[in-house]
């Protein structure tokens, strides 16, 4: 069940993460209340960063999230079959053979960095659904396309000991149209914004439950979990939408790399806090960037450095830290500082995320 946005704010228990019982407090885990005493383990950020947002050669991308002070690392890698615009760029994780996954595992060890997850540069991420039919999902060529890149990201997780792989979750109808390199928003956008998110129609729901369904055989299949990326221009880009397939699918293997940035985006304000409470069950991770928008109904925006948008992210760890989650936090960027680097903009959010930390540990 979506939860009440109103309900819920107009109570502070569930979002500070503490309740009472027994007439002792307690802190909030992932399942329920924990008992705070002796035994509970110092709350643990873990921190790691988006490569792809580098563009740099693969090995370089490595050696900077190295420096910047990453545990973590993730990127989509290469398109298949197209040119590679950076030579020695990120590989093409559809078509490794079984001795290059082996050596790209060697790569990130050697760096004593961990794979967050496994990608196969952007499943479902600029598919639409017209066109497709539920019944026959796998006879369409584009579909299983995708479905066989993220079937092979999966065999190579399990290669590597990778617990979980990517994908994404269709474009909203109109949204990202063929042919055109970046984002257009569709003609229904100002809904979508005032329905934070949009109302997917129940043939659309169908659907969505049939293309995952089909994904979530596979991933018992490999052992890995399957996470969803969050985009404004997705069906999914909204924490009750994705609330909703995934209690619709009832798999524990559903999993969201949640974006705040991506919810505020699209209408969803209080991200931070409800949209913490529905994605609670669900998080493997967050993808960390920050936005102003100066005007939702025409989709007016500007990408900021982590902390200086709308997001409201000393809310989102505090959340994380009162109900331990085991989430771990991917620092991305979005945005470029006046003269500097796609570089130089990881190291601003990623000391912009410690800073927030910091001050959340030393309870300024």
Same mark, same amino acid.
């Given at each position: 069940?979506?939860?009440?946005?109103?309900?819920?704010?107009?109570? !502070?228990?569930?979002?500070?993460?503490?309740?009472?019982?027994?007439?002792?407090?307690?802190?909030?885990?992932?399942?329920?209340?924990?008992? $705070?005493?002796?035994?509970?383990?110092?709350?643990?950020? $873990? &921190?790691?960063?988006? %490569?792809?947002?580098?563009?740099? @050669?693969?090995?370089?991308?490595?050696?900077?999230?190295?420096?910047?002070?990453?545990?973590?690392?993730?990127?989509?890698?290469?398109?298949?079959?197209? !040119?590679?615009?950076?030579?020695?760029?990120?590989?093409?994780?559809?078509?490794?053979?079984?001795?290059?996954?082996?050596?790209?595992?060697?790569?990130?060890?050697?760096?004593?960095?961990?794979?967050?997850?496994?990608?196969?540069?952007?499943? *479902?991420?600029?598919?639409?659904? /017209?066109? &497709?039919? $539920?019944?026959?999902?796998?006879?369409?060529?584009?579909?299983? %396309?995708? =479905?066989?890149?993220?079937?092979?990201?999966?065999?190579?997780?399990?290669?590597?000991?990778?617990?979980?792989?990517?994908?994404?979750?269709?474009?909203?109808?109109?949204?990202?149209?063929?042919?055109? @390199? !970046?984002?257009?928003?569709?003609?229904?956008?100002?809904?979508?914004?005032?329905?934070?998110?949009?109302?997917?129609?129940?043939?659309? *729901?169908?659907?969505?439950?049939?293309?995952?369904?089909?994904?979530?055989?596979?991933?018992? $299949?490999?052992? /890995?979990?399957?996470? &969803?990326?969050?985009?404004? *221009?997705?069906?999914?880009?909204?924490?009750?939408? =994705?609330?909703?397939?995934?209690?619709?699918?009832?798999?524990?293997?559903?999993?969201?790399?949640?974006? @705040?940035?991506?919810?505020?985006?699209?209408?969803?304000?209080?991200?931070?806090? !409800?949209? *913490?409470?529905?994605?609670?069950?669900?998080?493997?991770?967050?993808?960390?960037?920050?936005?102003?928008?100066?005007?939702?109904?025409?989709?007016?925006?500007?990408?900021?450095?982590?902390?200086?948008?709308?997001?409201?992210?000393?809310?989102? &760890?505090?959340?994380?830290?009162?109900?331990?989650?085991?989430?771990?936090?991917?620092?991305?960027?979005? =945005?470029?500082?006046?003269?500097?680097?796609?570089?130089?903009?990881?190291?601003?959010?990623?000391?912009?995320?410690?800073?927030?930390?910091?001050?959340?540990?030393?309870?300024?």
């Amino acid at each position: 069940m979506i939860l009440d946005r109103r309900r819920l704010l107009s109570g !502070t228990g569930a979002l500070l993460g503490t309740h009472l019982l027994g007439g002792k407090k307690v802190r909030s885990g992932p399942l329920g209340p924990v008992p $705070k005493g002796d035994l509970l383990a110092p709350y643990r950020f $873990k &921190l790691g960063i988006w %490569l792809s947002e580098l563009k740099l @050669p693969f090995e370089q991308e490595l050696d900077a999230a190295k420096e910047i002070g990453a545990e973590y690392i993730w990127f989509e890698g290469s398109r298949p079959g197209e !040119t590679r615009a950076v030579v020695g760029a990120e590989p093409c994780i559809s078509s490794m053979t079984d001795a290059e996954v082996y050596r790209m595992g060697e790569l990130v060890a050697s760096r004593g960095l961990k794979f967050y997850q496994i990608c196969a540069y952007r499943p *479902f991420h600029n598919m639409h659904l /017209v066109g &497709l039919q $539920k019944e026959t999902l796998r006879d369409n060529p584009d579909f299983r %396309l995708e =479905f066989d890149n993220l079937i092979r990201s999966m065999q190579i997780a399990s290669q590597l000991g990778v617990g979980a792989v990517h994908s994404y979750g269709f474009c909203w109808p109109g949204e990202w149209s063929v042919g055109q @390199p !970046t984002w257009s928003k569709a003609p229904t956008w100002p809904m979508k914004w005032l329905t934070r998110g949009g109302v997917i129609a129940e043939v659309d *729901f169908q659907k969505l439950v049939a293309a995952f369904s089909l994904v979530l055989e596979q991933a018992e $299949k490999y052992d /890995v979990d399957l996470v &969803l990326g969050m985009r404004p *221009f997705h069906y999914l880009s909204s924490t009750d939408n =994705f609330r909703r397939l995934a209690e619709k699918l009832g798999s524990n293997r559903f999993k969201v790399q949640w974006s @705040p940035a991506d919810n505020v985006l699209i209408g969803e304000w209080d991200a931070a806090t !409800t949209g *913490f409470t529905n994605l609670r069950p669900y998080l493997h991770g967050l993808h960390l960037k920050d936005v102003l928008v100066i005007d939702g109904l025409t989709g007016q925006f500007e990408w900021r450095p982590v902390g200086q948008g709308k997001v409201g992210y000393r809310a989102v &760890l505090e959340n994380l830290r009162d109900h331990r989650i085991d989430a771990i936090l991917m620092v991305a960027t979005h =945005f470029r500082p006046p003269g500097g680097t796609n570089l130089d903009a990881m190291r601003i959010n990623f000391a912009n995320v410690k800073s927030i930390i910091r001050q959340i540990e030393e309870g300024a």
